[in-house]
């Protein structure tokens, strides 16, 4: 099912090239990436058996999701992303799995159009990374809500995402420590990235605008009636956290 927005028609993720470029340099650029994998690991094998529903909203090109199929490859899991070439890559990715459905759409469109049928029945588990903080702040509630709606009782949300500093110095500070990582793993593995316009991509008012604290973050999730809310892991601007939800019936 493919649903449009018309914000991300013309924003960077529309753009095959950049997007490849993206999934080539992301590990070296986003350090924190591959910590969430390993929390991930855990939290999954910690928190559920086997044969669970697990909904990847922001999927990328399939990283995550492929992982837990490696320690359970009879997960039934539904990958949504704006981007096609993503999409395109998961596929590619998670071929060699079965179970697996894949929704081309905005967080707006799930929020906005009627709910592609993929996403009906209930999850076990939603998971997502440097996604949500795309969408507008105004709307992180509503797309909150409409995840606890879409697990089932005892279902669990994670989510790996990037906050805004509670003052200027630390912002500044979380920054260069972020660069210094960075750095240090561009000259280890010999791949030059461009991070010096990626990390000014984070201060752009139309990126910075739609950010919030994580305490803020944990507070919309309450607000959205999760139940033990709570951070799993916080290095810097990069944080790992999520919620239960218990009690009641899921549903669109």
Known sequence: MTLKDNDFD????????????????VD???PDRRVFLDILSTFFATNFSKGVRVLDLGSGDGFFIERLLNIDDSIDAVLVDASPEMLRKAGDRLSAFENI????????GLLDDALPQELEGGFDLIISSLAIHHIALNRRGELFARIHS??????????FDISMSISDGLEDFYIKLW????????????????YKSFMAKHSDRDH????????????????ASFKEVDVYYKHGLFAVYGGLRKGGSCGG
């Open 101 to 108: 459905s894949f929704v081309e759409s905005t967080f707006e």
């Open 179 to 194: 660069e210094e990582r960075v750095i240090r793993l561009s000259k280890a593995s010999g791949i030059e990235v461009d």
């Open 150 to 159: 879409l697990l089932k009782d005892g279902g669990r949300f994670i989510n």
């Open 208 to 223: 910075h605008d739609k950010l919030s604290t994580l305490d803020g973050q944990l507070s919309t999730l309450r607000d």
């Open 10 to 25: 013309i924003s960077q993720w529309a753009d095959d090239a950049y997007v490849k470029k993206y999934v080539e340099s």
């Open 28 to 30: 070296i650029i986003i």
